[in-house]
């Protein structure tokens, strides 16, 4: 059986969204608005919330792991891509100056 999500689900998922907007626009700046250190600098903070996103959805016991899994897993996944972008961005950025 698949209950009907609650409001919190939506809100959470809404934030999730209006957060991954503002990270699409701040990887695309312009050099004099935000430094390459502050771009690798994100990437690396969000590299690692994923990591710890992953694995307390992984630790979390019986009652509670699907919920925890159905949120924690997505957010690790993209977390981790816009991490990994903010790296190569911040990378590129560098050497081309």
Do not use: W
């Not at 907007?21 to 608005?33: G, H, P, Q, S």
């Not at 699907?66 to 816009?82: D, N």
């Amino acid at each position: 059986m698949h209950a009907c999500p609650s409001p919190l689900i939506n809100v959470l998922r809404n934030r999730i969204v209006a957060g991954i907007r503002l990270i699409c626009m701040c990887l695309y700046l312009k050099e004099e608005d935000v430094n390459s250190g502050t771009r690798g600098l994100t990437g690396a903070v969000l590299v690692l919330s994923s990591e710890q996103a992953f694995s307390h959805s992984l630790l979390i016991g019986f009652p509670h792991q699907a919920f925890a899994q159905s949120i924690l897993l997505p957010f690790a996944a993209v977390s981790i891509v816009t991490g990994i972008a903010f790296l190569l961005v911040s990378l590129f950025r560098d050497q081309k100056s």
